[in-house]
């Protein structure tokens, strides 16, 4: 095997270091504001195209939000500087795990596992009936 | 003086453009930094867009072998013409057939799931910029995507032409990677592809959606109907229809494979349809493929949506 790849291969991997250091120093990502709820609207309506939404529950530290659409979870998180949106039963947001103010929803995706959302009470009382459903 | 060896490339583009890579990512960094050009880059996503490149190298010594034996043996046994390497009509000719097997190896590479499987790491970041070029996959070696280029040695071009072919095209679509660079000159946009087009690529705007599929010149969507201009009206929002929420890079490179094995598993009577169908496709139709996407967005469901313009219903617990 060529020995010169390796070297290249170590080259090019201590230069990944350097280069994902200077971009976190750099501290030029996107300038993201923490949700509010028109902005959390604003991004269900965009990820969630024509889903009638029922109610909105942002996250205390703005970094993401649940909203009920029917008999769905329309879940938004934020992933560095951007979001990530997924939909999952609502029973299954409704039981999520509440603990410590921090509600872990399963979202059930390899490439969205979990999102953990900060609220101050969970799950929401005029809405616990659908547990059932 | 020796003829040049048909089946192993002299020389490596995508290596010795390295070394360019690293720098000109340093620049765009220092550069946006400086509020000198147009450029967004996050920490993690970075990492992971850079990690993946790398692994990428590794990835290439361990299944490359795959596609490199296929390609020599169809050229050895199958080959209708023999193509020197040493005629400069040659290399004209590997750049327009090579150029015109990436177009069809791309599409493929968005419209049928085994081919996007390996593809979509390409796509995965909310970014755009230098180093999201970087962002390659693991896995193209296991999938057959790389068939359409048995084509090249079908018809006769040895597979160390082809090979140096691919290095340069790989290496020009690197820097049209970019956001600091808003238009090239008519004449460039209408002939190569160019930071703005290849920009309407990576969006996830439905009206961007499986559009601009060019690797040097933009002349193929032209004319099989794939060209989008990108819209002043409309810009850019980077990455997938359903964005990753994680950085961890393992799952970056998998998570599609493991998907599609999940659909199968849970849906055996169609997992042809999960397999070859085009990625969103499901048996039930609970999913959305581009063509359903765009459709939608084309009839007015995208603009509006009724959760938007309803009263909040946000119980005090809710209050952020």
């Known amino acids: 095997m060529d020995a010169g790849f390796f070297v290249q291969l170590a080259a090019s991997a201590a230069a990944v270091g350097v280069l994902v250091a200077i971009a976190a120093w750099a501290k030029i990502a996107r300038p993201v504001a923490p949700l509010d709820e028109h902005r959390a609207r604003a991004i269900l309506a965009e990820e969630f195209p024509g889903r009638a939404v029922e109610a909105v529950w942002v996250a205390s530290d703005g970094a993401g939000a649940l909203a009920k659409s029917g008999g769905l979870a329309l879940v938004v998180c ?12 609502w029973p299954q947001a409704v039981s999520a795990t509440f ?13 969205a596992p979990r999102a953990v959302i900060t609220l101050p009470s969970w799950p929401p009382k005029s809405f616990d009936g659908d547990l059932a459903a | ?43 993690r996503d970075t990492a992971v867009s850079l990690g993946m490149g790398l692994g990428s190298n590794v990835a290439g010594l361990l299944f490359g072998a795959i596609s490199f034996t296929a390609v020599v043996w169809v050229w050895q046994h199958w080959r209708i013409f023999d193509i020197p390497m040493t005629a400069w009509w040659a290399w004209v000719l590997v750049f327009l057939a090579e150029d015109l097997a990436y177009y ?14 390996s593809h979509v790491n390409h796509h995965s970041s ?29 018809l006769g071009f040895p597979p160390a032409m082809v090979a140096i072919q691919k290095g340069v095209s790989l290496v020009y679509q690197y820097w049209i990677h970019t956001e600091a660079i808003r238009r090239m000159p008519a004449w460039f946009e209408a002939v190569f592809n160019t930071p703005s087009h290849h920009r309407v690529h990576h969006a996830r705007n439905a009206v961007y959606l499986d559009k601009n599929y060019a690797g040097i010149l933009i002349v193929w969507d032209r004319l099989f109907g794939t060209f989008q201009p990108e819209l002043d009206a409309e810009p850019c929002r980077y990455g997938l229809v359903k964005n990753l929420a994680t950085f961890n890079i393992v799952r970056v490179a998998f998570h599609e494979w493991i998907a599609m094995a999940q659909d199968v598993v849970r849906h055996p009577r169609h997992a042809l349809g999960y397999i070859f ?14 063509a359903m996407i765009k ?7 995208e603009a509006t949506s009724t959760g938007a313009a309803e009263p909040a219903v946000s119980p005090a617990a809710a209050a952020g």
């Open chain 2, 277 to 290: 169908g085009p990625p969103g496709w499901s048996h039930d139709g609970s999913r959305e493929t581009s």
């Open chain 2, 126 to 154: 909310q970014h755009y910029n230098l180093s999201t070029a970087l962002r390659q996959t693991w896995t193209g070696a296991l999938n057959g995507s790389w068939s359409v280029y048995l084509v090249l040695s079908l």
């Open chain 2, 104 to 117: 069809w190896f791309h599409r493929l590479s968005h419209e049928r799931r085994v081919w996007w499987l």
């Open chain 2, 1 to 43: 003086m020796s003829l040049p060896d048909p089946i192993h490339a002299a020389l490596n583009p995508v290596a010795l453009a390295t070394p360019i890579f690293i720098v000109t990512v340093l620049a765009e960094i220092i550069l946006a930094r400086m509020g000198k050009i147009d450029a967004r880059y996050e920490g």
């Open chain 1, 99 to 111: 603990r410590n103010g921090r509600l872990s929803v399963d979202l059930g995706d390899i490439a």
């Open chain 1, 78 to 89: 934020r992933v560095g500087d951007g979001f990530a949106a997924r939909q999952i039963p």
């Open chain 2, 295 to 301: 459709a939608r967005a084309a009839g007015g469901g």
